[in-house]
């Protein structure tokens, strides 16, 4: 008789990082404000050389206010994989529309200002209105989003268990030749990142301060790869307003928007740089970075991956480059 095997069960929940705000501005009340992720890092210099024109971004989220004035002009058409009859247009969850801001929002004197304000992004609803979802869902849309011929892919979300449906479709995005990068998580030190940003075919990415410190609330582990502003970060919410908020969430958009300044740069003017898979970015963004100013983390991967990218840095590249 043939001997009966049970199946392990897979969890296929997941949800946004919890999150809160910090402080949320109207419209009227939000004159063009640079973060201080925009100052630190001097980026209005790296925006002589490229704005991320020509670079589109996915972004999977709980869906993004596809009218915002800030980011309006930079989305492009996306899919609600939640209720397919349905946009991916959401009021009442800011978690996506603030992850666009930060990549794409435009220089037009209103509000904020994204890392990459020429940068386009499709907005993909994976998950519902409270920042639940499922993971079939989210390997559903990454699978449409690298049919759509995007460059990027950014989720900030996961959970702490591998899905294996999950991890073949970021691989159908690299074979395509397109970047995933994922939230490390925000469950303080772990013996490993969240799931996706776990994977070796994604660039999982921590959190650090205004002075360059690691974010308690960061997730640690050897497969960590970076860290990037994720604390205090202004950008867009609905229903037109901005707000503050922290999380790996945050720091994640960041180094999709400078990957799309780097990419945007190297097309514009053909260098011969090589940016075809996701080790490729690693492996350049490992040449540009500084290390957190906390003694007890600063050099220990496991803590802040390769460090904080520093597109100061880049800069000095790119005029090498010319």
């Given at each position: 008789m043939k001997k009966e095997v049970k199946k392990k069960q897979v969890n296929l929940k997941c949800k946004l990082p919890k999150f809160e705000f910090e402080e949320v501005l109207s419209l009227q009340d939000a004159s063009q404000k640079s973060g201080w992720e925009i100052t630190a890092f001097n980026l209005p210099e790296a925006w002589q050389f490229s704005q991320g024109e020509g670079v589109v971004t996915a972004v999977l989220d709980c869906g993004v206010q596809l009218d915002h004035p800030d980011i309006k002009n930079n989305l492009l058409p996306g899919k609600n994989f939640v209720n397919p009859k349905e946009s991916p247009n959401e009021l009442k969850c800011c978690h996506g529309s603030h992850v666009t801001g930060t990549i794409c929002a435009e220089n037009n004197d209103v509000?904020?200002?994204g890392i990459a304000p020429k940068s386009k992004v499709i907005p993909v609803k994976v998950l519902d209105s409270n920042g639940n979802g499922n993971m079939?869902?989210?390997?559903?849309?990454?699978?449409?989003?690298?049919?759509?011929g995007v460059d990027f892919i950014c989720m900030s979300l996961g959970?702490?268990?591998?899905?294996?449906?999950?991890e073949k479709a970021i691989d159908y995005a690299d074979?395509?030749?397109?970047?995933?990068?994922?939230?490390?998580?925000?469950?303080?030190?772990?013996?490993?990142?969240?799931?996706?940003?776990?994977?070796?075919?994604?660039?999982?990415?921590?959190?650090c301060d205004e002075n360059f410190s690691r974010a308690d609330f960061s997730c640690t582990g050897d497969d960590l790869d970076f860290m990037a502003p994720g604390v205090k970060i202004f950008s867009t919410v609905p229903e037109n307003w901005y707000g503050v908020l922290s999380g790996s969430?945050?720091?994640?958009?960041?180094?999709?928007?400078v990957a799309a300044l780097?990419?945007?740069?190297?097309?514009?003017?053909?260098?011969?740089?090589?940016?075809?898979n996701h080790e490729d970015y690693r492996q350049l963004f490992r040449k540009?970075?500084?290390?957190?100013?906390?003694?007890?983390?600063?050099?220990?991967?496991?803590?802040?991956?390769?460090?904080i990218i520093d597109p100061r840095k880049m800069e000095e590249w790119v005029k090498n480059h010319k």
């Open positions: 509000g904020m200002i079939l869902n989210v390997a559903a849309g990454i699978k449409w989003a690298a049919d759509q959970c702490p268990n591998p899905v294996p449906q999950v074979s395509k030749g397109i970047v995933t990068f994922c939230a490390a998580g925000n469950a303080g030190r772990t013996r490993q990142i969240f799931y996706p940003a776990n994977y070796k075919t994604t660039i999982g990415i921590a959190a969430s945050m720091a994640t958009p960041f180094v999709v928007g780097v990419l945007s740069y190297t097309r514009k003017n053909k260098t011969n740089i090589k940016l075809k540009y970075t500084i290390p957190v100013s906390n003694p007890e983390f600063a050099g220990k991967k496991f803590f802040e991956g390769f460090g």
